[in-house]
């Protein structure tokens, strides 16, 4: 029963890769043009037997989410992202350095642009993990993807993806996967973010999604939107000014969008003029820390 299980394994990974493909705009394939390049497991992550016979991770860490704005998008330095709700999360680390992200906390969607190519990260329910894997597979035409799997407990586990745009730089997202999948831990629902510099209180920093150029975030009840702002404020009516906080000086005005009650605030910060979108000037206050707790 076991062999056909693991026989199994590698057409589910595949399924999953199409998926991630698909979403990404990226080639479509059929799952049946995928081999894998290798008859064994590339890496085998080696965590704590639990004392029935599985392998868990009992590590938990919190999640610790540095952003700030570029031209070519949001940036994240040395992320610890959290995948999934605050009461049942796995938390996913990625080796010191500045990746362009997208992400979705709560849907459990993480994926991070790199010299080459991209790595997509996905919380899955470990039902679908036969056990911890990585493999490199490729089409007849000599296309290559990596794709991996590692349960981290009774109920989670994380798909690994990586979508190479250039051969040469293959090893180095074979060698970020194999990072990603050792340092994936249980998540203890806490998240350390902060916005060019400027921490985020802990109970605002829930539901955050980054889709490129814009990072939303709240409080479970009401969000905050951050985006940059490329026109011109000469003229444009924001001609009032506070700071929610020491050092962020915002200016607004009189606006107010009908449908959603969200209001523009304007800051300019050190990448730019950045445009945030709130329901009130409570809200920001309270979002961002005092200069007590700005420090990460």
Known sequence: MKKEKYKMFVPFI?????????????????????????????????????????????????????LSFSADGLKANNPTVLLGTRADCVAVSFPEGEYAIEYDMESGYFSAEVDGGKLVVQKISADEIYGDCLRLLATESGEELIAGQKIISADAGISVVGILQNSEKRDDILALAEYVMTNTTLGDKSVQLSIENFKVN?????????????????????????????????????????????????SCGSFQDAATGYKPYMFTADSGTLKIMAKNTENLENAFATTEQKQL
């Open 202 to 250: 802990d109970n605002w920093a829930q539901s955050i999604t980054v889709d490129k150029s814009v990072v939303s975030f709240g409080n479970g009840e009401e969000d905050i939107i951050m985006s940059r702002f490329t026109n011109s404020l000469t003229g444009a009516g924001f001609t009032n000014s506070f700071e929610p906080v020491e050092g962020m000086k915002v």
């Open 14 to 66: 595949l399924l999953a890769i199409v998926a991630v493909c698909v979403a990404a705009g990226s080639l479509f394939v059929t799952m049946n043009s995928w081999k894998s390049l290798n008859d064994s497991n590339l890496f085998v992550p080696q965590p704590q037997e639990n004392g029935q016979g599985t392998a868990y991770t009992e590590e938990v860490r919190s999640g610790s989410l540095a």
